[in-house]
């Protein structure tokens, strides 16, 4: 007698079932907050859609035919690779510092990690606020304690956000503040998948601290350091908090990027086509960086 194929009641579902169901939640999220904006982007950017404005029109390319012949535009570009770059050089440098001072086991380095911790764990809107205070061409405690110094006089003391090359190193060296702990757990898990038994033959072999870490660590490390500069990168270019927080893209548009850009233009200048055609530039961008990133990442896997 042939077994029916039919389940009885209160039998187990199939696995297919069961994983599509746990996967669900996350498609419909990625769906919901990623997809349907950028489906909105596509269409917005291709048309005249302005805040207020009920009409909708195809375009074609204008919008990216105006904004690449706009200086803004040239100039927002440009400072967003200043601004990753710099960033991202000074991320890794001092992450791969602090994993190094941070990975044997000391007294109270349990409460250093929290404190290192801090200023990813804390919402950035705060963070970047308090630094506004802390920055504030008034009321800055730098400046009052470069005066006390006698490094400047009150009359001629800095204006760390009304200059612009001031304005633009106090907006990345906020930045790396935030995204330094990010990087410095990413660099710390790298380090600790390192056999011991590796740097303890080359210092058999007499190999010194700054050959064992250029030669031995750096190399081992080069799939975690693509991941932490992808990442970064990624933070970094498409981040306009910081900027809109501290500056708003001032002085003189010295520190606006193209995520600020695409704000004003499509939020605070009500040219909903023009910020979409601006924020869908980040797009290749981005994409070819990641694709370099995992390249370089594959190939020293497979060395």
Known sequence: MAVSDRRRPGAAAPKWMLGTAMFAPSVLYIILLIGVPFVLAVLYAFSDARIGSTGFHFVGFENFRSILQSPGFRKALRNSIVFTVSAQAIVIVCSNILAIALEKPFRGRGFIRFLILLPWVAPVSLGTIGWKWILDSIYSVIT???????????????MWLGEPHLAMASVILVHCWRLIPFSTVIMLAGRSAISKEIPEAAAIDGAGFWRTAFQINLPMMTPILSVAVLFGAIFTFTDMTVVYILTAGGPFDSTQTLPSLAFATGIAGSDLAAGAAISLFLVPVLVLAAYFMLRLAHRAEVV
Do not use: Q, S
């Open 144 to 158: 009052w304690v470069l005066v006390a110094l006698h490094v400047y006089k009150p009359y001629n003391a800095p």
